[in-house]
């Protein structure tokens, strides 16, 4: 009886989780007129399939590109920095190591819109916003670093340090035991979490809006607000683009959520 009132309590906050995605599909099926219509309509009477048009005519495919660079970007930036910072502060404890680790931890609270200006102000002097994808790169390597250097850290903090102390007394190196063992070992908390860094990257917004000025060189969720005029906004455009851009970091999601619990509960257990 427990089990089955848990099931029902964790259904139903799982249905208005949902709700409003499924509410982003069903108004991307939807005429414009019965978008509004009172009382709404859970099911469209007459599904519209406006989806091709849309890419077309807002030139989706341009800013999902953009996305997609400075996902990738960003990913492969915090990946090379991240790892061997995570693995240090998984095997050197001391007091300083954790200061460095409560550092990071602070750095992940701060939002972007609280450093935007500063970064903006530093990267205009430093003559970065020349190349404004590589700006957003960097802002968002920032950005996501200590969340990659706290969840990678997790992953080697559970592997046996055993293992790594007998590769050096077989006469390996600290760094060849790095390479040869703890990564091969760690690959799937590493992937998992990189998988993490792209998604959230995959739609940033914030950095993007504010370094970027030219509109053909503009992510995703900025070509959003190509639907919103200064009268009226146009919904079922921003429904039907919102469930393009989204379906694709679904599907990914979907197939890697195994793997993302257990790599996000790494460590958690000793």
């Not at 920032?142 to 077989?170: G, S």
């Amino acid at each position: 009886m427990k089990r089955t009132i848990l099931l029902i309590i964790g259904l139903t906050i799982t249905a208005i989780y949902l709700f409003p995605l499924y509410w982003m599909y069903l108004t991307a099926f939807k005429a414009s007129t019965e978008i509004f219509q009172y009382p709404p309509s859970f099911w469209p009477s007459d599904p519209q399939w406006n989806f091709l048009e849309v890419w077309k005519a807002r030139d989706m495919g341009r800013y999902i590109w953009n996305s997609l660079l400075i996902a990738v970007g960003v990913t492969t930036l915090v990946t090379l920095l991240g790892t061997g910072c995570a693995y240090v502060l998984a095997r050197v404890r001391n007091i300083w190591m954790d200061m460095a680790l409560f550092a990071i931890l602070m750095m992940q609270v701060l939002p972007s819109s609280l450093m935007v200006t500063p970064i903006f102000v530093a990267f205009n002097q430093l003559g970065l916003l020349a190349s404004p994808r590589f700006a957003v790169i960097l802002a968002q390597t920032a950005k996501m670093l200590p969340l990659y250097i706290v969840l990678c850290r997790a992953t080697f903090v559970q592997l046996p340090r055993e293992l790594e102390d007998a590769a050096l007394v077989d006469g390996s190196s600290r760094i060849g035991a790095f390479f040869n063992i703890m990564l091969p070992l760690a690959k799937n908390g590493i992937l998992v979490t990189s998988v993490l860094i792209f998604l959230q990257s995959f739609g940033e917004y914030v950095y993007a809006r504010s370094l970027i000025a030219k509109n053909e060189l503009q992510t995703a969720s900025v070509g959003l607000q190509s639907f919103m005029g200064p009268n009226a906004n146009d919904w079922n455009g921003i429904m039907i683009y919102a469930a393009i851009y989204v379906t694709p970091i679904l599907v990914i999601f979907m197939l890697l959520q195994r793997r993302i619990v257990s790599g996000l509960t790494a460590g958690a257990l000793k």
